[in-house]
């Protein structure tokens, strides 16, 4: 069973959650390969956030006949915005979407050499 992380946006606490939908959601908004780059170190900026915010809470508003969300960027931005001038409470919020994200999709084992690639190069 998945983890529960909450969050509170937008006068309500919300539960994070990141499936399949959420990585193929990321990618639609940001390009292919983004969803992994980002929540692997990648530097984020302010719309990456947002879809990573977004992506991790349309599971409650997925929309089964036409297979997608009804939540959309402009409401969780609207959510967003009044933390903005919050760094703390910003910070807190991207730290458990990392948390989130991480308990279902892990970081790759940087100790490990990729393929090919050989230690006495």
């Known amino acids: 069973m ?11 606490i919300r539960a994070l959650k990141y499936d399949m939908n959420s990585l193929a959601a990321i990618e639609e908004k940001l390009g292919p390969g983004n969803a992994v780059d980002l929540c692997f170190g990648a530097s984020t900026g302010f719309r990456a956030q947002l879809v ?12 089964r006949a036409n297979d997608r969300p009804t939540l959309t960027l402009s ?11 919050d760094k703390k409470r910003q910070q807190e919020v991207i730290e458990l979407v990392t948390q989130a994200f991480f308990s279902v999709f892990p970081p790759p084992d940087k100790a490990e050499p990729e393929e090919g690639d050989s230690k006495n190069a």
Request: proline letters at 3%; a negative charge; glycine letters at 6%.
């Open 2 to 12: 998945q983890k529960q992380f909450s969050v509170e946006l937008g006068e309500k």
């Open 52 to 63: 990573l915010v977004w992506a991790g809470l349309i599971w409650e508003t997925w929309d």
């Open 75 to 85: 409401e969780v931005s609207d959510w967003i915005t009044p933390i903005l001038s």
